[in-house]
């Protein structure tokens, strides 16, 4: 079945940078855009862009622009996400989500077990 | 502060049939179809209702969508203990290009 798995939780410093990894599996990679989603505790979701895994294009939302780079490996059918210049406010549970189903729906249909990403010094 | 307004709780009896509200703009729900989340404590959002009023495969139909305007409603029938969870509703702003979700609904089954 559709699978989204992300990597584990990471504690980080103010100032330092994360990469959170979205392995896929269970359908053809390059036909779904992967969205990335957070949640900070106790808010709801607040969406940060997404990715083509076919060619690679990024949109972000505006601010995050120049702080978060999404890429992709089709390899391996991971997507990836840095968030750099990490700051307390971006403590979060950072979640990969696949927009779409065979219907064409636009909606995040498949999500991924989440990444809890705490910065603290 | 959210793009999309909801309010903060809604709560029913087993059986009974609940509503939610979510207020947008005409950048936002007016425009567009409106998606809505569950999300049970401690895991991940699941997609409930999409493109308005569609459900996924496994969703039961006691969950329904509708619009008006700039505003979206989520309604459950025959409510059940395992309905009890945070539900949100998302669609995309024109004026933002961005996916905007709500604030969040907390319904309590007592």
């Known amino acids: 079945q559709v699978q989204l798995v992300q990597s584990g939780a990471e504690v980080k410093k103010p100032g330092a940078a994360v990469t959170v990894s979205c392995k896929t599996s269970g359908y053809t990679f390059n036909s779904y855009y992967i969205h990335w989603v957070r949640q900070a505790p106790g808010h709801g979701p607040e969406w940060m862009g997404w990715?083509?895994?076919?060619?690679?294009?990024?949109h972000y939302v505006q601010k995050f622009k120049g702080r978060i780079a999404m890429t992709r490996d089709t390899s391996i059918s991971t997507v990836y996400m840095e968030v750099s210049d990490m700051r307390p406010v971006d403590t979060a549970i950072y979640y990969c989500?696949?927009?779409?189903?065979?219907?064409?729906?636009?909606?995040?249909?498949?999500w991924g077990q989440g990444t809890l990403v705490t910065v603290s010094s | 502060q959210s793009v999309l307004t909801q309010p903060p709780s809604a709560s029913g009896t087993p059986g009974q049939r609940v509503s939610i509200s979510c207020f947008g703009s005409s950048s936002n729900i007016e425009k567009n179809s409106v998606n809505w989340y569950q999300q049970l404590p401690g895991t991940a959002p699941k997609l409930l209702i999409y493109?308005?009023?569609q459900r996924p495969s496994g969703v039961p139909d006691r969950f329904s969508g509708s619009k008006s305007g700039a505003a979206a409603s989520l309604a459950i029938s025959g409510l059940q203990s395992e309905d009890e969870a945070d539900y949100y509703c998302s669609t995309w702003d024109d004026s933002l290009n961005a996916w905007v979700f709500g604030g969040g609904t907390k319904l309590t089954v007592l």
């Open positions: 990715i083509n895994p076919n060619s690679g294009a990024t």
């Open positions: 989500a696949r927009e779409g189903d065979s219907s064409g729906s636009d909606a995040f249909h498949v």
């Open positions: 493109s308005l009023n």
